[in-house]
Structures are given as structure tokens and as C-alpha cells.
């Protein structure tokens, strides 16, 4: 049995940082890939960045690139979102996912190419 769980959401005010982890267990994703999307409310299901775990290369969508970083964690077969300057536009909910596969670049901003997704973590950015 997969789950992945994901922490580290909050309130935070604009141009702070926070940093969402994802813990995978029941099985690892060495050979696959692991992402992170967003959904705020009233809105679609947004990619935020993706990890490919082999070569450990990473991909983001352009309106949060420069500002947050994906990362991996080997030995806690995890990944980590550090989110930093964070916008109001960031607040979503953010969920962590992840496929077994490596899946190519083109795929990677289709949520429905994951297999497995964590319950989401509450991320909102308000002064």
C-alpha cells in the first residue's frame, strides 16, 4: 500500500518562504518521478515542478520558476518544495504526487499521468 504525505503548509505573509515535504512509503520511486501541484479555489488543477528522480532533474512551471526549488531526499525517499518570495497568488492547496515511471518532459504538467497523490497541505500567503 502507497501513501505519500505531505507537510510543512501554513500561513505565511507575502515574500516569505515555506518548505512542503512529501514522504513516500510502501514502495520507492527511484526509478520514477515525483511532482507537486496546485489547486486554489474556483480554480483548474495547476503543475508547480516535478522531479525525475535517477538524474534527480528538475522542471517548473514558469510562474514559479526562480522562486521555488524541488528536491529529493534519498534516504527518506521524500521530496522537499522550498517556496520562497511567496505570493498571494501562491495560496492553493498543494499536492504532492508521483508515478513510478520516468516520465518524459512533455508529460510531466499532466496530473493525470501520476499514479499516486498525498492529501494535500494547506499552503496561504496573506499580510
Known amino acids: 500500500q502507497v501513501h505519500l504525505v505531505e507537510s510543512g503548509g501554513g500561513l505565511v505573509q507575502p515574500g516569505g518562504s515555506l518548505r512542503l515535504s512529501c514522504a513516500a512509503s510502501g514502495r520507492t520511486f527511484s526509478t520514477g518521478t515525483m511532482a507537486w501541484f496546485r489547486q486554489a479555489p474556483g480554480k483548474e488543477r495547476e503543475f508547480v515542478a516535478a522531479l525525475r528522480w535517477r538524474e534527480g532533474s528538475t522542471h517548473y512551471t514558469d510562474a514559479v520558476k526562480g522562486r521555488f526549488t524541488i528536491s529529493k531526499d534519498n534516504a527518506n525517499n521524500a521530496v522537499h518544495l522550498q517556496m520562497n518570495r511567496l505570493k498571494p497568488e501562491d495560496t492553493a492547496v498543494y499536492h504532492c504526487?508521483?508515478?513510478?515511471?520516468?516520465?518524459?518532459?512533455?508529460?510531466?504538467?499532466?496530473?493525470?499521468?501520476?499514479?499516486?497523490w498525498g492529501q494535500g497541505t494547506q499552503v496561504t500567503v496573506s499580510s
Open positions: 504526487t508521483a508515478d513510478p515511471r520516468r516520465l518524459i518532459v512533455s508529460a510531466l504538467w499532466d496530473g493525470q499521468n501520476y499514479e499516486y
